[in-house]
């Protein structure tokens, strides 16, 4: 079956600009999860969805960050005001639910450079 | 505070040489341990898990890992590489009291790359 997807896979954003990022989870997951991983790093937690509901966004790094779930499938990343520190590979990752959150799977990431 | 210290940022080999990629943790409850591979411009592939039970655990592609709680240490190894074995590898720890609740987002290290030479 499908895997995770995101998109785009690359995005060039001149800084101030806004941007949105794109995931769609594997059908039926009810967990989501968004990290940050900067060049050279590990990836960094961001946010956390349960079906629709967003129970942690304490790894945002500004109030710029927005994420969503509507509908509790697709979810989407927003930067607003893009700065140079943003650039970063955005990685999307799901998983059946709570109970299994550590068996989690990610898409290829979109990889945001801000010039 | 969870942390991840994978303690080598590059690990030369030769083909068909064992390998060890190291990482230790802290954490002042269980966790649940992970490593994971990432080839160029994809995303992280799960290679193994600690989740309870034996503390060797044999993941995909002849890697295992052995858990050792008293040194709070998790490293990976391979008795004998290939060169498509060359990528990213992170260490990854999950909390278990967040597991047990609503969450169970990863905490990883910074990354060991594994470059394997003919």
């Known amino acids: 079956g499908a895997g995770v997807s995101q998109s785009p896979r690359y995005k060039v954003a001149k800084r101030g600009q806004d941007v949105a990022l794109r995931c769609d989870p594997i059908?039926?997951?009810?967990?989501l999860f968004w990290y940050q991983q900067a060049l050279g790093q590990g990836p960094e937690f961001l946010t956390y969805f349960q079906n629709e509901a967003q129970l942690d966004k304490s790894g945002l790094p500004s109030d710029r960050f927005f994420a969503e779930r509507p509908e509790g499938s697709v979810s989407t990343l927003k930067i607003q005001r893009t700065q140079q520190e943003d650039s970063a590979v955005y990685l999307c990752?799901?998983?059946?639910?709570?109970?299994?959150?550590?068996?989690?799977?990610f898409g290829p990431g979109t990889r945001l450079t801000v010039t | 505070a969870q942390s991840v210290t994978q303690l080598d940022s590059q690990v030369p080999v030769f083909e068909e040489a064992p390998v060890e990629l190291r990482c230790n943790y802290s954490s002042s409850v269980s966790v649940y341990l992970f490593w994971y591979v990432q080839y160029p411009n994809q995303g992280l592939q799960l290679l193994l898990k600690y989740l309870s039970g034996s503390t060797l655990v044999k993941g995909i592609n002849g890697f295992e890992a052995e858990f050792n709680k008293s040194q709070t240490s998790f490293h990976l190894r391979k008795p004998s590489v290939h060169i498509s074995d060359t990528a990213e590898y992170f260490c990854a720890v999950s909390d278990l009291m967040n597991y047990g609740g609503s969450q169970g987002n990863l905490i990883f290290g910074k990354g060991t790359k594994l470059s394997v030479k003919p």
């Open positions: 059908s039926g997951h009810v967990s």
């Open positions: 990752a799901s998983s059946l639910g709570p109970r299994t959150s550590y068996e989690q799977y």
